[in-house]
């Protein structure tokens, strides 16, 4: 590979990194200039179930990048669907791939012997977000990532807040319903598993076993089965305009509604903003989620709440955040 010297920290600012995002079926990877622009793109299947293999696809992104990447690069920045550790060594838990107490920088250190940053993938598109999207220049940010779960990330002061032992915004966690429906977290009643893709799917799924008449049009899709029924088909059907597809969305919705105005308790946030997967769906969840916030918000009319606003940087949040997260780390000679 080029350039494996790293750079000084002085010219760190100035020079592209490489952004890898890690998702429960895909290694997808950029070269990210600094102001945020991807340069180019590649991408591996992740096979889930073996830590080697998942490290494997990393190694082979990184290389195709920079092997095509004419000019210095500062560093590799991982963002990966699971729990890391402060120092992001370790990946703690990965509820969607093999991950568990795993030494990730240790062994991505001796394959690719470029200064990283590791860390959680929706803390890496919330610090994008910050950088260069919805939640620019914000005092306190919170991102709000809908997908197979829900994944959230922190930016306070300029800074993204990682907890005291790494795990903070874990949100999709956070009991909504208690003994309600089983998480891959260990805990039932989860948020993720009343306001994300997979809610979305099983919530489908229980109206068309219990109400078939009602839910006609969404089991024509898939031959009458009820089990076949996923996210994707609802949010396929409401864009028909599917009346039932339509009050799932808002359903799910709400559910984030109530959810934002809880952490608004917490934290008194500036800006919300929701990325993944589901946001795609735009104001057909984020309008009903803004009701309910306005309906749920503790000492609401007395009091100014966040605005919830939708991700502008899409798939690529996560490597545009990771590679930016990199180069300050370099440049603050903590990488
Ligand atoms: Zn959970």
């Known amino acids: ?106 062994d991505l250190a001796a394959r690719l012997q470029r200064p990283m940053w590791l860390g959680n993938d929706a803390d890496a598109a919330a610090w994008a977000e910050y950088r260069y999207g919805a939640a620019r220049g914000a005092d306190l940010a919170l991102m709000i990532t809908l997908g197979t779960g829900i994944g959230g990330g922190i930016v306070m002061d300029g800074r993204l807040q990682r907890g005291s032992h790494g795990v903070a915004g874990e949100w999709g966690h956070m009991r909504v319903v208690p003994d309600g429906r089983l998480c891959a977290c260990g805990n039932r009643g989860c948020w993720e598993q009343y306001a994300s893709g997979t809610a979305l799917g099983q919530t489908a799924r229980e109206v068309a076993r219990s109400s078939p008449a009602a839910a006609a049009m969404l089991l024509e899709r898939v031959d009458g089965d009820p089990d076949r029924l996923s996210g994707e088909h609802v949010a396929t059907a409401a864009a028909e305009g599917d009346p039932l597809a339509l009050e799932l969305l808002t359903e799910v919705g709400s559910w984030l509604g109530q959810g934002i105005a809880d952490l608004a308790a917490v934290l008194d946030p500036e800006v919300v903003v929701i990325g993944g997967g589901v946001s795609v769906l735009g104001e057909m969840v984020l309008g009903p989620a803004r009701e309910r916030l306005d309906r749920a918000l503790p000492g609401r009319g007395f009091r100014p709440g966040p605005r919830v606003v939708a991700a502008r940087l899409g798939a690529e949040a996560g490597m545009v955040g990771a590679a930016d997260l990199v180069r300050r780390a370099v440049a603050e000679g903590q990488a």
């Open 1 to 106: 590979m080029p350039s494996p010297t790293p750079p000084s920290g002085t010219d760190a600012a100035d020079l592209a990194a490489l952004g890898i995002d890690i998702g429960g079926t895909k290694v997808a990877g950029g070269v990210v200039a600094p102001d945020g622009t991807v340069l180019a793109t590649a991408r591996r299947a992740t096979p889930g179930s073996s830590v080697q293999e998942t490290e494997d696809a990393i190694a082979a992104v990184v290389e195709v990048l920079a092997r095509g990447h004419d000019g210095p690069l500062v560093g590799v920045g991982v963002g990966a669907a699971g729990w890391f550790d402060r120092t992001g060594d370790t990946v703690l838990f990965s509820p969607h791939l093999a991950w568990r107490h795993s030494a990730l920088r240790k």
